[in-house]
């Protein structure tokens, strides 16, 4: 039982470049999120979804895609990255009313 | 909107010196109040759900209390591994988990 997957662990990435941070669990939860933490903002939340075919804007949803086409997995798209983008991300996912559970982060600098 | 406020934003404590956190929360229609830890460079933990006021939750040295306006996570007699980046978060009717901006607890020797 793996829990919530992320990767890359670690991106360095051009202004401009796009890219997709990958998430995926084994736990059969329904719901899933993205976060960003950066110091002294604490866990920002992107987007988020409550199952298969359905997400929805958190308090940061600008600059970046979402789609859950499976209960498994949750792809966090950055269109064209920017600067403000750098920071560490997390993928969370849980059963509804459970507590969520946190994949390791992934580590992105935009230079 | 939901919100969460956590004080204070950082702590300093003696091994043994005991301390209470507090989160203080809007919400429209809880349905559940979480705690979290976090150590330097890796994911949120998961240590507690409460879902209504007057609920409490132990786990080792940590006590979690709510209330309708906010929650309590008291520490007894700390040790230095309980030092960690606390977090508070809560899900309300739009699903979505809104987190604090977290409690830095540090204890000593």
């Known amino acids: 039982n793996a829990g919530v997957t992320q990767t890359p662990k670690f991106q360095v990435l051009k202004t401009g470049q796009s890219m997709t941070l990958q998430c995926a669990q084994d736990m059969n939860h329904e719901y899933m999120s993205w976060y960003r933490q950066d110091p002294g903002m604490g866990l920002r939340l992107i987007h988020y979804s409550v199952g298969a075919g359905i997400t929805d804007q958190g308090e940061v949803p600008n600059g970046y895609n979402v789609s859950r086409s499976t209960t498994e997995d949750f792809p966090l798209r950055l269109l064209s990255a920017a600067p403000s983008q750098t920071s560490v991300y997390f993928c969370?996912?849980?059963?509804?009313?459970?507590?969520?559970?946190f994949g390791s982060g992934t580590r992105l600098t935009v230079v | 909107e939901d919100q969460v406020t956590q004080s204070p934003e950082a702590l300093r404590l003696q091994e043994g010196e005991s301390s209470s956190l507090n989160c203080s929360y809007t919400v429209s229609g809880l349905r559940g109040l979480f705690w979290y830890r976090q150590d330097p460079g890796k994911g949120p933990e998961f240590l507690f759900t409460l879902y209504s006021a007057g609920e409490e939750k132990e786990k080792e040295r940590l006590k979690a209390t709510l209330t309708k306006k906010e929650s309590f996570l008291h520490i007894t007699a700390p040790k230095p591994e309980d030092s960690a980046t606390y977090l508070c978060a809560v899900q309300g009717g739009s699903e979505k988990l809104v987190f604090g901006k977290g409690m830095k607890l540090t204890v000593n020797p």
């Open positions: 969370a996912s849980a059963k509804a009313q459970g507590g969520y559970t």
